[in-house]
């Protein structure tokens, strides 16, 4: 070791003791041969906190070992320059559709694509998704193929995001889940395991999504627009299959979120104790009450809201069912959100992509600060609340001691004009850098 190696470390073990909060009081080792020391102009390791000027987040082996006051040098590390950029935890999106993407031919595209189209499809949208700085997300109603795609991101064979998946949703015959606007030969191939009717064959239902592979339940327990019949918006399950779904998941150790527009169908999902409502569009004062009774949380995905109703307005590839659902629906979203806002509920970023272009997710933020949320709410929703909703807090959503190095970085401050999340310069996932512009 060189003696400006022997200082650096000496001085560097001075330092430790005057590490910030987000980091345990602790003693860095004498050598930083395999280190990265980020240089960060502004950092805001745990958002709801305040941001942090001219600090080191030292990373090794994947994870943040502290983040220290001041720029550490040292000629063993590798050194990161984000002198002059905002720096914060990757973000995490709760509510995705890796797998397909809508436009006029996402009908046709169900019974003429290969298996193989559509596990690279999805690896193209992970992989747009990990460049727009969302280094996790939670896939609710997809294919097999997003399971293989995770395991491939695991094990580093492709880039993209941590993917927590429920697999198909769980749905009742003929409702949003299930199959629509085809012949009836191919809705019969097309039909899921995962399609039930009544307490018993939705318990089996549930299992079988376990089986394939599921982190988290997906149910569909009212209508939805995209779905190609005229059923409405309105609650599909009974009560007594509902209670047999979040009983039967929880035996098997996973929580239950519910697509849910309706609400009455909202309602009815938060008393059988469903853990999460996606969308959430008819939901009022007393739906809040009863979100903040189950502890239950919210995911707004206003995007694809504003998404559907542009496409019923100026396109015309909507069959007329989902056409008139769209402008039903959409309009209520954005009003939805500040209700929820206003009263108190948990909310989890999420935006529903696939419906709304893979890249574009940072979009929402721009209708959470037009509900009311502040810049730094917006944020805090996601990667502190998105990533306990997700269950994966204990290794994301802050740039904390022992967590995994998943940072990104802007040129301007996000606090002050959200629309900075809209063009990220900077990505590193578990230490890996994947993206980083001057």
């Known amino acids: 070791m060189t003696k400006k190696s022997k200082f650096l470390g000496a001085a560097l073990s001075v330092m430790a003791l005057s590490l910030t909060s987000t980091a345990n009081a602790q003693v860095l080792p004498d050598s930083f041969e395999d280190y990265t020391l980020i240089h960060a ?8 906190k305040p941001a942090m000027a001219e600090q080191t987040i030292i990373v090794n082996a994947g994870k943040i070992i502290a983040i220290a006051d001041g720029y550490i040098g040292s000629d063993e590390a590798t050194i990161i320059d984000l002198k002059d950029k905002f720096v914060l935890p990757g973000m995490i999106d709760s509510h995705v559709h890796l797998a397909m993407e809508w436009s006029p031919n996402i009908r046709l595209d169900g019974v003429t694509k290969e298996a193989g189209d559509v596990a690279f499809d999805a690896a193209d949208n992970a992989r ?22 995770k395991r491939a991101i695991n094990a580093g064979k492709v880039p993209g995001p941590h993917i927590m998946a429920s697999g198909r949703a769980v749905s009742v015959t003929g409702g949003h889940g299930d199959s629509h606007g085809y012949i009836e030969d191919i809705l019969d191939l097309n039909k899921s395991k995962t399609i039930c009717d009544g307490p018993a064959d939705c318990r089996r239902a549930t299992r079988a999504a376990i089986k394939a592979g599921a982190d988290v339940i997906k149910i ?6 995209l779905s190609n019949t005229n059923a409405g918006t309105a609650q599909q399950f009974f009560d007594d299959e509902l209670e047999a779904i979040v009983d039967t998941a929880a035996t098997m150790g996973r929580k239950v979120t519910a697509h849910a527009h309706g609400k009455g169908g909202i309602e009815s999902a938060l008393k059988a104790g469903v853990k999460s409502i996606e969308h959430g569009t008819y939901l009022d004062t007393d739906t809040a ?6 502890d239950a949380t919210l995911v707004p995905t206003v995007l694809a809201g504003m998404t559907v109703v542009d496409w019923a307005t100026n396109e015309s590839f909507l069959p007329p069912a989902s056409a008139k659902k769209a402008l039903e629906v959409g309009p209520q979203m954005q009003d939805m959100l500040s209700i929820a806002w206003k009263n108190g509920v948990n909310i989890a970023f999420g935006t529903d992509t696939g419906v709304s272009k893979h890249g574009d997710n940072a979009q929402e933020f721009i209708y959470m600060i037009k509900a009311g949320m502040s810049e730094q709410d917006a ?7 998105a990533s306990k909703h997700i269950g994966l807090d204990d290794k994301i959503g802050t740039l904390e001691t022992g967590k ?4 990104i970085a802007v040129n301007g401050n996000p606090l002050q004009d959200i629309e900075e999340l809209l063009d990220v310069d900077f990505v590193m996932k578990g230490g890996v850098v ?3 512009k001057d």
């Not at 996790?136 to 795609?149: I, M, N, S, T, Y």
């Not at 569909?220 to 627009?225: I, K, L, M, R």
């Not at 009450?289 to 189950?294: A, D, G, H, S, T």
């Open 41 to 48: 102009g502004t950092v805001l390791p745990v958002p709801g």
């Open 128 to 149: 747009k998704t990990l460049m727009a700085g969302f280094t996790a997300v939670q896939d609710v109603g997809g294919p097999k193929e997003v399971f293989a795609l």
């Open 220 to 225: 569909t327990a009212t209508g939805g627009v």
């Open 289 to 294: 009450r009863l979100f903040k009774k189950y």
């Open 379 to 385: 944020i805090k929703a996601a990667t502190v609340v």
């Open 404 to 407: 995994l190095a998943d940072m």
């Open 434 to 436: 994947h993206k980083h």
